[in-house]
Each structure stands twice: as C-alpha cells, then as structure tokens.
C-alpha cells in the first residue's frame, strides 16, 4: 500500500491543520492532553470545536455522503486521523456517531434516521449501550433483560451493567429479550432505542481502577418504550448489534492515539536519561514496528469501508493488537517515569522540572489504569481471538 501523500493529499493536510489552529486553541490542546477520558457535555472550548465541524461539513466524515459524511478517500481519513490526534482535538462521543449511527443509517427506518442522526451530529445528543447484563458479558446472547408488548409500547425490565456513560446519556441503544421461546437464544433478541429520562430507569455509579465514575449499573423497571423505538424487525437484533460491534472494535483499535503516545513516550525516554539504555530502545522499536503493521491493517479496513463495506472479523485483530500495543506504550511511560509514577495524588507534591514532572505523571498513571479496560470492553481480547479462529482462520 502507497503511503506517499501525493498533491492533492498535501494540500488536504494543509488544509487541515489551518482549521485545526483556527479552531482548537493551543489552551484546550494542553488540557486535552492531560484529559484521560472525555466525558459528559462538551466543555465551552470543546462545543465550539464541535460547531466548526458541523459548518464546515467535517463531524462525521465516516458516515454517508447522504447522511452528511465527508466523503473522503481512505487517505483523506487516515490524514484526518492522524492530525487532529497529534493536536489532541476532542473526539465525538463513540456511542451516537461511531457505534449507533451505522445501525441506524443501515437498518432504521426514516423516522428513526430524522429524528436521530442530526443530533448525533451536531454532538447534540449522548447515547449509552446496553449490552452487558451481570450475567451476560462475552456470553451477551444470554442477555435476559424482557420486553413485552402492551399495545404500541414495549414494557421493559432487567438489569444492565457496565453501561459507560449512562449518568451523562440522553438515550440508550439497549438489547432486549422479546422471544424467550426463540429456538436459538440469539433468535429472541430485539434492539431499542430508550429515552434515559423514561420513568422506572435507575443509574448506580460503578467505580473502576483508579476510582473514575465511569460506568454505571442501570436497573429498568416497568419502562415504557414505543413499538416505533425498535430498530428494525422484532427478534432480529442480534444482526444488528453485531454489525455494531465491529464499527465499536474498529475504533477502539486506536491506531492514530497510540502514535502520538509513542511519540511522546520517545520524548519522555529521553528527557528521563533513557536514551543510553538499549533494552528501553529495543522495546520502543518493537513497538513501532507492531504499530506500523497495524496501520497498515487499518488503512486496509479503511478500505473496505470507504467501498462501501462494513469492517469484517479484521475489527477483532485491529482490537487486539490496538489495545494491546496502547496498554504496552501506558506500562512503558511508567517504567519512564520511575517514582514520579506513583499514584495520584503523590506525585503532586513532588516538585520537578521539565517533561517529566507531575502533571505528566497524574494523567499517566491515571491513563493505565483506564487503559487496562481497553482489552475488556467491545468483547474481550479472548473474545476476539475466538471470532478470529472461527471466522477469519476457519476453525
Ligand atoms: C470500563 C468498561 C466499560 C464498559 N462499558 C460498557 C458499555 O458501555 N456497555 C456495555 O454493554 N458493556 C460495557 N462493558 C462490558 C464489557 O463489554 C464486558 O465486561 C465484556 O464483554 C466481558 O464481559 P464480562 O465482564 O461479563 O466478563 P465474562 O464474560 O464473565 O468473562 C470473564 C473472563 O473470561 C473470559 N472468557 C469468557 N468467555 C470466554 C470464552 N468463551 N473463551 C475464552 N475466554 C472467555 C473473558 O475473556 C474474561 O477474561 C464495559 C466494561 C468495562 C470494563
């Protein structure tokens, strides 16, 4: 695969960067870089970033062009990627524009499309997921949370867990269990759409590694969800959900983030008197060159969907190695880091100098905390290994 830019690739990057330095301050860029996950409503600086998308027709390139997606080549995102990582510009929530907005540019009927995908958008509108269930994770076909039809309502009850975000969300894309009679458990399944502000929905705050609220428990009791809020047919929802899956575990391979924190971790070595020691050396380089294989895995999946595609079991091997190579350049800015890796709030009183002092060391000791779930969520990495034997290998 050609990675030379060629004229016209140039001036798109040119391009780029003068609306990233129009629009992204170098104020929110610090910030940005010190933010270990972005949560809740956009910041003042972030809505701002987010409105100069929306004008200049750039929110959600991925999509559609009939849905306001950009319509770019597989450089054009790949330039895209790369640039607005290295200056830290903040991402659109994952769940609307990444996850839910395939399903429902696919499979939703025009109702859905109108009433849904402009707020997405616009980073108008949050949305959670309700997959997991206390007892179904990997094995999320076992999922028992029940909806029964009571006129043109579904009346739902269950238990979800893990549900990121679902304190901040305005709406939930949720799986439920519409035919528990169904031959294949698979076969009973339906995919709603919920209002987070529906009476009978309870939110409990979970606290992961590092005491972050970042998941919650949420508890549905007697929730009334209109027949119109189902996406597609009734009991297909698995069909559904899986096609979302691969657009989730695409984008948390995280190809673009990972370069840029190699890149910094380069800086961090050297600043730390790492530049002498070659085992280091040898890990940063093996590093960079796993990172180089996996773009070019991306750039091929890239492909696939620019031609009209959806990414394939190849989102299971950019997972992996995605999350994998993240939580090894996280391990290695510790080790960099030496003492000044303590957990937070130690390293605030320690005074130091230049790239190496505190406020490097907080956001990075709360980042690999984070980044260990990384290799949990959109399926686990055994998971993953799973669907690669039976769907990619063959076994
Ligand atoms: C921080 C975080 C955020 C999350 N956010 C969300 C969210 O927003 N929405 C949502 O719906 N879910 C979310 N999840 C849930 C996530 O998808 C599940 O945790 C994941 O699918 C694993 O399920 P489980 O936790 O029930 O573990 P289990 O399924 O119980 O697995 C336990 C262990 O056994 C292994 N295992 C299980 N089955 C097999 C098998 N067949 N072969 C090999 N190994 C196996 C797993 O890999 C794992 O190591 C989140 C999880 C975390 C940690």
């Not at 606290?207 to 189902?230: F, S, Y």
Request: charged share 20%; proline share 6%.
């Amino acid at each position: 695969m050609n990675l030379e830019l060629d004229a016209a690739d140039r001036d798109f990057q040119a391009e780029v960067r003068a609306f990233i330095d129009a629009h992204w301050p170098d104020a929110a860029r610090a910030q940005a870089r010190d933010t270990v996950a972005r949560e809740g409503r956009p910041s003042v600086v972030e809505r701002a970033w987010f409105d100069a998308l929306v004008a200049r027709g750039w929110s959600v390139p991925h999509w559609p062009a009939a849905h306001g997606g950009a319509n770019w080549s597989p450089t054009q995102h790949y330039i895209w990627a790369r640039e607005t990582a290295h200056a830290d510009c903040p991402e659109m929530s994952p769940f609307g524009s990444r996850m839910l907005a395939p399903v429902l540019y696919t499979w939703g009927s025009p109702a859905q499309q109108a009433a849904h995908l402009p707020p997405i958008r616009e980073a108008r509108i949050t949305w959670c997921q309700g997959y997991s269930e206390p007892g179904a994770g990997s094995d999320l076909a076992s999922l028992t949370t029940r909806a029964v039809r009571d006129g043109d309502h579904y009346v739902v009850n269950g238990a979800k867990t893990w549900t990121s975000g679902a304190h901040h969300a305005d709406w939930m894309f949720c799986l439920v269990r519409t035919d528990p009679h169904a031959r294949k458990k698979q076969e009973g399944i339906s995919f709603l759409l919920i209002d987070m502000r529906s009476p009978g929905i309870e939110i409990r705050p979970i606290l992961i590694l590092g005491e972050q609220h970042t998941v919650n428990g949420v508890t549905l009791n007697d929730v009334r969800v209109p027949l119109a809020n189902r996406v597609g047919e009734e009991n297909r929802g698995w069909t559904y959900a899986k096609g979302l899956l691969t657009h989730e575990r695409t984008g948390i391979a995280g190809v673009a983030r990972s370069q840029v924190a190699l890149r910094r971790l380069r800086y961090l070595a050297l600043a730390n008197g790492l530049d002498d020691d070659d085992v280091f050396a040898t890990k940063l380089d093996e590093l960079e060159i796993e990172l180089l294989a996996l773009e070019m895995t991306e750039l091929r999946t890239l492909a696939t969907v620019e031609g009209g595609g959806a990414p394939g079991p190849e989102s299971s091997i950019l997972k992996i190695k995605g999350t994998e190579i993240a939580q090894r350049i996280d391990d290695l800015v510790i080790e960099a880091l030496g003492y000044y890796a303590l957990p937070y709030p130690a390293p605030q009183l320690i005074d130091n100098e230049g790239p190496i002092g505190p406020m490097n060391a907080v956001p990075a000791i709360r980042g690999m905390l984070y980044g260990r779930a990384a290799s949990i969520f959109g399926g686990s990495n055994e998971i993953q290994k799973n669907i690669i034997a039976k769907a990619v290998l063959g076994l």
